[in-house]
């Protein structure tokens, strides 16, 4: 990454009502069905959670396309890259099962402007993958681990890039599992920066939630 490119985050915010299906999976995490576990409910919630961002991860993208730029959209769910698929006709895709070949051809689609959309899995595209045609990426999912998403907002951030970049995570308010994972992966961050080297929180997305 250069040190000298700025990254910025920048939360989106909505407010969706949510069905039947995901105010189970809310309640159970609190007062969970027999044979639940806490991974398997924040799956389907985080999946869930996918179909209800589509619509503003959507809207995002089409204006910063019509504005004459690229963008990398970011999920871990197939059900969701496929929805993205179908709308964004011409988008390259990155995501788990391809051949190394596929994925280079994708990537140099991309780089080449062809299309100025990836749709982009973060753990099939989260290392080693440059993506910098884009200065915008738009993150839809939340991993468990804060260095998966430092790494995937890093395939735009990278050597080769000219512009500073803009990160978009487009996050439910009224999602407790959605919170959650924001707190989670902010509260690791810190661990890890004070335990290798002492320092500041570097990956604070609760406290940038606040300031957006």
């Not at 939360?11 to 299906?21: L, S, V, Y």
């Not at 959209?73 to 059900?79: A, C, G, L, Q």
């Not at 753990?123 to 993958?129: D, F, L, R, S």
């Not at 902010?186 to 890890?192: E, F, L, Q, R, V």
Request: aromatic content about 8%; overall charge negative; hydrophobic content about 35%.
């Amino acid at each position: 990454v250069l040190p000298n490119l700025t990254k910025q985050r920048q939360f989106i915010p909505i407010e969706p009502t949510f069905k039947r299906d995901y105010k189970d999976i809310e309640r159970r995490l609190y007062y969970p069905d027999k044979d639940d576990t806490y991974m398997g409910l924040a799956m389907t919630g985080r999946k869930l959670l996918g179909q209800y961002k589509l619509d503003t991860s959507i809207d995002l993208a089409e204006s910063l396309i019509n504005s004459g730029e690229s963008v990398v959209i970011v999920t871990n769910f197939v059900d969701t890259a496929d929805k993205l698929k179908d709308h964004f006709k011409n988008a390259c895709e990155i995501r788990g099962g391809m051949s190394d070949t596929a994925k280079q051809q994708a990537k140099e689609d991309f780089q080449s402007k062809k299309t100025p959309v990836c749709i982009l899995n973060m753990t099939a595209g989260g290392v080693g993958i440059t993506l910098t045609a884009a200065h915008a990426m738009i993150i839809i999912d939340y991993a468990w681990l804060p260095s998966d998403m430092i790494q995937v907002e890093d395939r735009i951030c990278r050597v080769g890039q000219t512009e500073n970049c803009m990160i978009y995570y487009v996050y439910c308010e009224n999602s407790t599992l959605d919170t959650t994972f924001i707190d989670m992966i902010s509260s690791k961050s810190a661990n890890i920066d004070l335990v290798v080297d002492n320092s500041e929180n570097s990956y604070n997305l609760s406290e940038e939630k606040l300031v957006n």
